[in-house]
């Protein structure tokens, strides 16, 4: 059983203090690796590992081709001003090859979990010497696999997989017992940046999340180009979270005048504290209108878009 800590009860630096320790210790002479996506929670552990190691932290970003537009450089340049150094690997060729033709939600997020832990972070840990994995892991991942809401791609102990036996290294998550809200605190309180700190999050499977059936290069630039539109018109909400999501089905719409056989975004965006629970964001019309014509005029094929107001539970704040 993990011992949750309210974002209201923590000390901030007690807590970076105690897991600094913990990381010395666990580690001891040896060498660790971490993988930074960009957002707060793998930010957070990113800069509490270069606390407790220094060099012997080899902080990488996978480039899995299903990442947002620029993200690689623009999360590798906030770190180089922190003076952390940040590998770029590119992986996608993996990914793609490991998603062909999957289309049931479930079986996406084990290749990606398999892909990555076992075959992309197996090599480099074995490349590297590094006998731990560093990785944000916090408590809404633990209850929503446990739980059966979904698989999150980076719980295993609490599943019964030991990640030793299975991928030949050890797990340290030191935010597990921490919610997003307690983790903003957290990444302030280390020297976050606002724009890394106050992020919107973003699933561990990336924008394989937000395409519902197969996944492929062309399917993921169109969200992509979705995505860019809909962070960029809601980030002044002040949500938890926004998003646009590919369907699967094509649909009938028109443009100039002929019938034109195309696809539907949806997008979605949520007012949240944990995630546990969410709300729509009760947007305007004209914010709405405004987002439906420039998804359709700038991302080639969408004929569509419609926009989720169905709170969480039922609906759950990723598709995927």
Known sequence: MIKEIIAQEIN???????????????????????????????????????????????TVFIENGLMREGESEQVAGFFQKLGVTVEVVDAS??????????????????AITQTFYRNVFGR?????????LLQGTILTDVDETVAGVKRQHNVFEQLGIDPLETFGYRIIEPLIQLRKDGVRKIGKALGLP??????????GPALAARVIGVVTPERIETVRKATVIVERLLKSTGSFQYMAILHEDRVTGMRDGMRDFGQQIEVR???????RTATPTQLS?????????????????????????TPKPPSTIEAI
């Open 93 to 110: 060729k993996e990914f793609f090859s490991a998603l062909k033709g999957i289309v049931d939600p479930e079986e996406k997020r084990e």
């Open 269 to 275: 965006c949520w007012d949240s504290v944990d995630a």
């Open 12 to 58: 901030t630096e007690r807590f970076i203090n105690e897991k600094v320790e913990e990381i010395k210790r666990a580690v001891g002479d040896g060498m660790a690796i971490n993988a930074l996506s960009g957002g707060v929670d793998s930010s957070a552990v990113t800069m509490l590992g270069h606390r407790a190691l220094g060099k012997r932290l080899k």
């Open 285 to 309: 019309f004209e914010i709405l209108k405004t987002l439906a014509s420039q998804i359709i005029r700038d991302v080639p094929g969408i004929v569509s878009v419609t926009y989720n107001i």
């Open 124 to 132: 480099m840990v074995k490349e590297s010497g590094a006998k731990y």
């Open 194 to 203: 606002a724009e890394l700190f106050e992020r919107i999050p973003f699933p």
